[in-house]
């Protein structure tokens, strides 16, 4: 399941365009949704859906792929989205990931699904404290460990994990970076600059 918010200028990503304005924010979510989606969505290997902010937009297609299932956020903060998104999905093992990872690729939720064969949960680190995955195995009611957690803050990913079974198995993959202000806007272009040919 990606996290995707309709790309409206001036609407997505505040912190990014604090730092860059709101043309350039525009273009980099507008762009990096895209690219995530796309990647994500040919795979072969799971079903994909997309769970969209701002609820009317779940029903319109024009920035997704026609093809993919859609279903609203809902409201509250950021685990109470996560949390009512998990509940309206089939059964199964399910991993949600955002749209602000420039670098996410197939072979990171193919890792998550191979964690998930051992492990009850799964996280992917972000360099920022937070992290860009969370996977659970199929249970008959999928956990929603987000009670207190400081989302936006180096904290999100420790509180999550407290609030989970401490008898629950956790794995955690690759560590990536989220893009949310300015200067980790600046080390992922950086990050591009070097790995060009």
Known sequence: MVFVRVPRYGAVKT?????IGAGATWLFYRRTMAAVVRRLARDPRWATWLAVAQDGGARHGRW????LP???QGL???GARMATAAR??????LVIVGSDVPEL???HIAAAF???ERADTVFGPATDGGYWLIGFRPQRRRPAPYRGVRWSSRHALADTGANLDPRRRVALLETLADID??????????RQRLNRP
């Open 88 to 93: 309206a999905v089939p059964p199964g093992p």
């Open 76 to 78: 509250g903060d950021l």
């Open 114 to 116: 191979r964690a998930l």
């Open 105 to 107: 690729a197939p072979r």
């Open 70 to 72: 859609r279903l609203a």
């Open 15 to 19: 912190r990014l365009a604090a730092g």
């Open 181 to 190: 202000d300015d200067a980790d806007y600046a080390a992922w272009r950086a």
């Open 64 to 67: 997704w792929p026609a093809h």
